[in-house]
């Protein structure tokens, strides 16, 4: 059974940072897709970062780029979220996201079949 948990999230103030982690477990990721949403109060979970399976690609929203930096561990089941420069804006529930097959589309939920619990990130202004 596919498990991703995050952890990372908390309080801090506008222009800080945090760093999310999301350990997957029951299957190897290193191959596959592993990404970031949010959601905020009232709002769709929106796309924030995606990892491609073997690293080969690494993608952002326009919105972080630039901010945020995704990575993963050399085994290929830890992919983190370094956020710097954090605004108000940023605050939302943070869900890793893992695809367990080939294709879909990295920015779009549908594009993931596993998701982790989320974790809060606030940023006071």
């Known amino acids: 059974q596919v498990q991703l948990v995050e952890s990372g999230g908390g309080l801090v103030q506008a222009g800080g940072s945090l760093r999310l982690s999301c350990a997957a477990s029951?299957?190897?990721?290193?191959?596959?897709?592993l990404g970031w949403f949010r959601q905020a109060p009232g709002k769709e979970r929106e796309f924030v970062a995606a990892i491609s399976g073997s690293n080969i690609n690494i993608y952002y929203a326009d919105s972080v780029k630039g901010r945020f930096t995704i990575s993963r561990d050399n085994t290929g089941n830890t992919v983190y979220l370094q956020m710097d420069s954090l605004k108000p804006e940023d605050t939302a529930v943070y869900y890793c996201a893992g695809a367990t097959y080939y294709g879909g589309t990295y920015y779009r939920t549908e594009g993931y079949n596993h998701w982790g619990q989320g974790t809060q990130v606030t940023v006071s202004s």
């Open positions: 029951g299957r190897t990721f290193n191959t596959y897709r």
